[in-house]
């Protein structure tokens, strides 16, 4: 990416969202951030600007297809995108005494982590095909690579939007503009502090916006990380279901029910 890079991220409030905001502001950067949490979105704003970039921030719902399709163009207008960054996300889950999830929490879970994601990306997609350049990063899960009895929800979302992802890859490199799946296994934000079990190989959020930022300027079509958790799970699916199944239920989780369903 070029000094001059005009750069999108949604979710920008909190977590790797943040992070991500934090590790590409720079002098020459121009960068658009968005979050429902507007105070928060502002801290981050003001620190990307400390760091010299120059900053504008939307705090919008990005299940508004109207509203995120006029703010993206807004911002390519006044500098083209060069690269965008679908972050906005929300978790959900099973817990303790909870045997189903709330329908209401599953379609807010679906609407906001996969429709979101695709009001994000398809504004986007149209104007850097017509520029011939340009990247999206969307930000999924490696809980995508399995579904997890703990988050049906959840796990759909992401996986749907691995496979949007990954079916417009193709489409897009024809254009010149690279879509990138990102799949982080656990890092340490207020998203999935609060959720007990086991969390092997945990980060913190700065190591991985450093680590997304890098294979993404190396060009990666999928960023899964770290390796070691991302080929354990692929290698769930060459097991027999009824093994897997055994060994995913006997791990104890209990992720806290939601008040706020956007919690980005």
């Known amino acids: 990416m070029s000094a001059s890079s005009s750069i999108v991220i949604t979710g920008a409030s909190s977590g790797i969202g943040r992070a991500l905001a934090m590790n590409y502001a720079a002098p020459g950067i ?88 695709i009001n994000t990306i398809d504004p986007l997609a149209e104007r850097m095909c017509m520029r011939g350049r340009g990247t999206i990063a969307v930000i999924g899960s490696i809980g995508a690579l399995r579904g997890l009895p703990s988050c049906p929800a959840y796990s759909a ?12 890859r193709p489409t897009l490199a024809a254009q010149g503009v690279t879509i990138s799946t990102v799949a982080p296994g656990f890092v340490d934000t207020a998203l999935n502090r609060d959720t007990v079990c086991p969390k092997p190989l945990i980060m913190s959020a700065d190591r991985a916006a450093a680590i997304i930022r890098r294979r993404l300027e190396r060009g990666d079509a999928v960023i899964a990380f770290p390796r070691l958790l991302a080929f354990g799970l692929h290698l769930t699916r060459l097991l027999p279901r009824r093994l897997t199944d055994l060994a995913f239920a006997a791990v104890h989780v209990d992720v806290p029910e939601r008040t706020e369903l956007y919690n980005e």
Do not use: F
């Not at 979302?157 to 417009?168: R, T, W």
């Open 30 to 117: 121009h960068m658009a951030l968005s979050g429902r949490d507007e105070g928060r979105l502002e801290e981050t704003a003001a620190q990307c600007r400390a760091n010299g970039a120059a900053v504008t921030t939307a705090s919008i719902d990005v299940r508004d297809r109207n509203r995120m399709a006029g703010w993206i163009r807004a911002v390519d207008d006044a500098a083209p995108i060069g690269l965008a960054i679908a972050g906005a996300g929300v978790t959900a889950g099973l817990g303790i005494g909870r045997l189903r999830e709330d329908p209401a929490v599953v379609r807010n879970v679906i609407a906001i982590n996969l429709i979101g994601a």
């Open 157 to 168: 979302s992401k996986a749907g939007l691995h496979a949007y992802a990954e079916s417009l």
